[in-house]
């Protein structure tokens, strides 16, 4: 019997992949949790349905929501990652010689145990690193506990609906604000310009109000809405165009499969249709 999968995306579009079986199928207090594995992209993490990583492309993803902050900011030490529990963003965060701290805080303890369980190539270093440090708790009850502590803050959410509806709000922004030093530097995945225009233009209208800094940028991501997604970076005092010191990304001591020096630049460069969402004047 063939099994197909399918994400909607929009009342009419979605993603349809083959599934050749499911690994897991769980609830948590917070939500479902699915791990399947696809013919075409590898073990597949679902949550409620929507799809959050595959084994095939999570690189762009981790690259891209990871390597643009840790390559401005001239000297991440303390880094925070909020969601994220399936452990590819801190597995890229601690590929930074200089980072002494990588703390992940994710609310749903079952993703962290199940992506160690079956998603190995994610959650690699959520054990045995001693630089990593991983608090099951709410994102934002924790930052609130923490000001004026971490060089940068990824928040590697899901969309705005269920557990991280407040990931997206005005006050939590603030809050991470107050929890990042005075050069610190916040990304938050920002969702699909092509299909959440109106959540991206609430979003960086949010952003705006708190950081002095606010840029969009880009990465390809076969298995998410259209493809086209985005993240926010969001800052204190670097740029991440003008203050981005190219040589030490070209020099960077690991591979890197999507992220590169000149991608870096040109990520923040946005179509015409982007720029008119978020109100940005062109130059
Ligand atoms: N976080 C972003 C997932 C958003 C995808 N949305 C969707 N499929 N509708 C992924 C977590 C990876 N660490």
């Known amino acids: 019997m063939e099994m197909w999968y399918t994400e909607k995306h929009t009342e009419h579009a979605g993603i349809t992949l083959r599934v050749s079986r499911t690994l897991f199928s769980g609830k948590s207090p917070y939500q479902k949790l699915e791990i399947v594995e696809t013919e075409e992209f590898g073990r597949m993490m679902l949550?409620?349905?929507?799809?959050?990583?595959?084994?095939?492309?999570?690189?762009?993803?981790?690259?891209?929501?990871?390597?643009?902050?840790?390559?401005?900011?001239?000297?991440?030490?303390r880094v925070l990652?909020?969601?994220?529990?399936?452990?590819?963003?801190?597995?890229e965060i601690v590929k930074h010689p200089q980072v002494e701290q990588a703390v992940l805080c994710e609310i749903d303890g079952l993703v962290i145990e199940k992506s160690i369980e079956l998603l190995p190539s994610l959650a690699c270093e959520l054990q045995g690193n001693p630089k990593v440090?991983?608090?099951v708790d709410d994102g934002i009850a924790y930052i609130k506990k923490h000001t004026d502590s971490f060089d940068v803050i990824l928040v590697d959410s899901t969309d705005p609906i269920g557990p991280a509806v407040g990931l997206f709000e005005e006050e939590f922004y603030r809050t991470v604000f107050a929890a990042l030093k005075s050069d610190g530097i916040m990304v938050a995945?920002?969702?699909?310009?092509?299909?959440?225009?109106?959540?991206?233009?609430?979003?960086?209208?949010?952003?705006?109000?708190?950081?002095?800094i606010v840029e969009m940028y880009q990465a390809s991501i076969p298995t998410y809405p259209s493809g086209a997604w985005s993240f926010a970076f969001c800052s204190k005092k670097y740029h991440p165009v003008e203050d981005f010191d190219r040589s030490r990304a070209a020099e960077r001591p690991f591979e890197t499969r999507y992220y590169n020096e000149d991608l870096h630049l040109g990520a923040f460069m946005l179509p015409t249709y982007v720029r008119q969402n978020l109100a940005i004047e062109s130059a």
Do not use: C
């Open 189 to 212: 995945q920002s969702e699909s310009p092509f299909f959440h225009a109106d959540i991206q233009k609430k979003m960086f209208s949010n952003l705006r109000a708190v950081f002095s």
């Open 81 to 91: 990652v909020i969601g994220g529990g399936d452990g590819g963003t801190i597995r």
């Open 133 to 135: 440090k991983l608090h």
């Open 47 to 77: 949550l409620d349905g929507l799809v959050m990583v595959t084994e095939r492309d999570e690189f762009v993803y981790h690259d891209m929501i990871t390597h643009p902050a840790l390559f401005t900011h001239p000297n991440p030490r």
